[in-house]
């Protein structure tokens, strides 16, 4: 597609449901990321893929938190039991990515999808 | 841990004006610096910034870094009311996929 999509838009849950937010990354993109806005904060870092594998997950914030990207494409993240502090904006991103360091352009901009509003009562 | 710092957190201006937004940064194994804007959901991309002194320029925005003294700056010259919005700043560092963000200036042009 154009540009990353998630879905829903919004989510409104109560307290100790289980959600799931989708993510579509570009196409061809490599490398797709989840990441936590609160409101009047920047966003915090969750989880990195690259292709299948998750390459870096040291920003769950516990284990009620899982992530999946089962053909390197679409990645889903998954919410158990979710807390009214798990109420903020979920964005996604993906960027191609080099695997050559030392090249202009190792590290790729990342391109923000338009986020998933989960709201938790 | 990485850290970023911006700098006012919210400004307000009007149209015409020039406005210079800061960014402070600690990261371990820096690989580069990013601006973004950010008006209702998706922020978006504006600069990715990897050596010092260079200018990063598009249209009316400008951005520059200094790897010394650790911060990077983003200029908005002759502002317009489009300009409102929020301008996060990150940096990636050791993790390729991860990017710390800072806080955001809140960016407000009046006519």
């Known amino acids: 597609g154009a540009g990353v999509s998630q879905t829903p838009s919004n989510k409104v849950t109560e307290k100790g449901k289980y959600v799931e937010l989708r993510c579509d990354p570009i196409?061809?993109?490599?490398?797709l990321y989840w990441y936590r806005q609160s409101l009047g904060q920047g966003p915090e870092f969750l989880i990195y893929?690259?292709?299948?594998?998750?390459?870096?997950d040291s920003g769950l914030p516990n284990d009620r938190f899982f992530a999946v990207r089962p053909e390197g494409s679409v990645s889903t993240l998954k919410i158990q039991r979710t807390e009214r502090g798990d109420s903020a904006v979920y964005l996604c991103?993906?960027?191609?990515?080099?695997?050559?360091?030392?090249?202009?352009?190792?590290?790729?901009?990342?391109?923000f999808g338009p986020g998933t509003r989960l709201t938790v009562l | 841990e990485d850290k970023v710092v911006q700098s006012p957190l919210s400004l307000v201006v009007h149209e015409g004006d020039t406005v210079t937004l800061n960014c402070s940064y600690e990261?371990?194994?820096?690989?580069?610096l990013l601006w973004y804007k950010q008006e209702k959901k998706a922020p978006t991309f504006l600069f990715m910034l990897?050596?010092?002194?260079i200018e990063k320029k598009s249209g009316r925005l400008s951005s520059i870094l200094d790897k010394k003294e650790l911060f990077s700056i983003l200029n908005i010259t002759a502002t317009q009311t489009g300009d409102s919005a929020i301008y996060l700043c990150?940096?990636?560092?050791?993790?390729?996929?991860?990017?710390?963000f800072g806080q955001g200036t809140i960016l407000t042009v009046h006519p």
């Open positions: 991103a993906s960027s191609l990515i080099s695997t050559q360091v030392g090249l202009a352009g190792d590290y790729n901009e990342q391109f």
């Open positions: 196409s061809g993109h490599t490398a």
């Open positions: 893929f690259q292709g299948t594998g998750a390459a870096d």
């Open positions: 990261v371990t194994n820096f690989r580069s």
């Open positions: 990897t050596s010092s002194g």
């Open positions: 990150a940096v990636g560092g050791t993790s390729y996929g991860k990017l710390t």
